[in-house]
């Protein structure tokens, strides 16, 4: 019986290995960028090291005024564990994303890219549209759209990759 479970724990240990290097060989690097925010400029590899919620925005968006309090709130609950939230807005022109702001405060970095350059090395569809990427600076979640009824998953999924990040980093230590 002894010998069997250790059969048991030997090929479950196999199997997270396969997957954990299944998943570093799909890891796709997050594209840097440079863009103008309020107050200086705002570069991706500015980052390394955190975990960054990445957003791309709109003025005209609907549900991008259901998503700003989220990410205030994440934000404000996370930033100390090192996340990074970055909202790159895609109006063409600028006054609109200014109001947007006054109505609806960010509490996090917005950056501006109304030549829409980035979404495409994002290969951005639908705003909006958020990118967690990982302290190795890889993508490793995205998500369409925003509905605050997911707001409890996407939380729980923020936190978790704030965990693996920690534990990916004290393990190369």
């Known amino acids: ?34 863009l103008q925010g309020d107050d200086s400029l705002i570069k991706l590899s500015q980052h390394s090291g955190k975990v960054v919620y990445l957003d791309f925005w709109a003025s005209w968006c609907v549900p991008c005024r259901q998503s700003f309090p989220f990410m205030n709130e994440m934000h404000n609950k996370y930033s100390q564990d090192g996340l990074k939230v970055i909202a790159i807005n895609l109006d063409t022109d600028y006054e609109k994303a200014s109001q947007f702001l006054k109505k609806i ?3 996090f970095s917005i950056a501006y ?3 829409g ?6 290969q951005v569809s ?29 939380e729980t999924r923020i936190r978790q990759i704030l965990l693996k990040s920690d534990a990916e980093v004290s393990d190369l230590k």
């Open 117 to 122: 350059k980035v979404p495409e090395l994002y």
């Open 1 to 34: 019986m002894f010998k069997k479970n250790i059969i048991y724990v030997k090929r479950i240990k196999i199997i997270f290995l396969l997957i954990s290097l299944f998943n570093l060989a799909n890891a796709k690097k997050a594209p840097d960028f440079s």
């Open 126 to 154: 639908v705003v909006p549209t958020f990118y967690l990427i990982n302290r190795q600076g890889e993508i490793v979640y995205t998500h369409k759209g925003f509905r605050r009824v997911q707001n409890k998953k996407l």
């Open 105 to 107: 405060p960010a509490k």
């Open 113 to 115: 890219d109304p030549q």
